[in-house]
C-alpha cells in the first residue's frame, strides 16, 4: 500500500509551488511574509506516548491553538501514523498546526513544552512498584534524549505513578526544578470540583476546591479552604446538614479517588478529563497565564516536609512560562497537614527504593 500524507510523497515536487499562485507587493523586494526576519518564534509541543491519553492531550492542545507545531512520538510506528493522519486531515477545521511524528525522539528537537504520556499500564497481579520499575526503564530512555533535544524545555509528566515519575524525570534530565512538573492532583481537583459542583448547583469553574498530595490512593481533599463565591463551604454544608462529618467528607475523597477506577473499568481507560487538565495546564505554561493549579511539584520544605526529601507532589503552584513560579502556602488543619505528610513519606519511599 502506498503510503502518502503529501503531494510531495506521491512525486509532486513542492518545491516553490506557491509562486504560481502569489507574488510579492511592488517594492517589496522579494521579501515573503514569511521570510526569517519576520517570522515570530513558533511555539513546539511533544507529546512522547501517542496512545489515549497522549491523543487527548494533543487533541485538545490543537484545537485549543496553543501550539504552532506538535510532534508525536510512540513505539509503534502504524499506530502513531494512523493518529497524525488523523489529525492532520481534519485541518480544514483547526487553526494551522504543523503537525509531525516519529519514533525517533530526535523529531521532539526545539520543544518548548514535553509531555510524557508514554507508560505501561499495569497487568492483572502486577504490583505498583513492579510497574513503577518498568515505567522507570522507560524514561530512562525518553528523557534524557528529550532533555538533549530540547535544554529548553518544560517536561510535564503525565505517566503514572505520576508522583514517583516526575521525581525521576526531574534526576534524569538534570533540569531545574521549576521546569519538571507532574499533571499530579489537577485532574483528581477536577473531579472533586465537579462533585460538589453538581451537589451546589452551581459551574464547576466557581468551586475553589483543592485535592493535594499524591495522585492517587493517598491523595488529601483541602475541605477547609473548598469555596464558593468566597464562601467556606464546608461551614455552611455543615450547618445545613448534619450528616458532613469526617465520615462523610472521607466518603466523598474516597469516590473522587475511585472515580478513575470506575472509568477505567467501564471504558478501559481514561481520557477525555486529563486531556483537557493538561491542555489547561499547557496555556498557563506556554502563554504565561500564572494560573494556580495543583500539580505535582518539589515539595521539600513544605507543610513540615523533610528539607532533605526531594519528594515530588501535588500542591497549588503558580504556572507561567519558566514553569513553576511559586507554591501557594495554603493553609492546612492539623489533620491536612498530617495527611499530606504521610503521602509524602509513602511517596519518598518509592522514590528512595529506585536509588536514583
Ligand atoms: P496507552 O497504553 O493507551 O498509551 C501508552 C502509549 O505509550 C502506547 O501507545 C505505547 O505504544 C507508547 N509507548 C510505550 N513505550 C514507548 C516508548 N519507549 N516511546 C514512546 N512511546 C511509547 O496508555 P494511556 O491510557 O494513554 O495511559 C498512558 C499513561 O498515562 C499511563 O501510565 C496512565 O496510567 C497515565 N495516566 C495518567 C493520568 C494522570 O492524571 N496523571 C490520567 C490518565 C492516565
Redesign the pocket.
Known sequence: MKKASSLSELGFDAGDASSGFFRPVAGDGGATPTSASHRRRLTKVSV???????MAIAQTILTRDLADEIAL????PD?LRGEMLDLQHAAAFLPRTRLVSDTDLAVTRGSDLAIV???A?QIPGESRLNLLQRNVA?LR??VPAVAEHSPEALLLI???P?DVLTYVAWKLSGFPASRVIG?GTN?DSSRFRFLLAEHLDVNAQDVQAYMVGE?GDSSVAVWSSVSVAGMPVLKSLQASHRCFDEEALEGIRRSVVDSAYEVISLKG???WA?GYSVASLAASLLRDQRRIYPVSVLARGFHGIPPENDVFLSLPARLGRSGVLGVAEMELTEEEGKRLRRSAKTLWENCQQLGL
Not at 512520538?73 to 509503534?76: E, K, N, R, S, T
Request: proline share 0%; glycine share 14%; hydrophobic share 45%.
Open positions: 512522547i506516548g501517542a496512545g489515549n491519553v497522549g512520538v510512540d513505539a509503534l499506530k504520556t508514554a507508560g499500564r522507560l530512555k525518553i503525565v505517566a503514572n505520576v499533571s485532574l495522585h481507560y481514561t481520557s486529563i
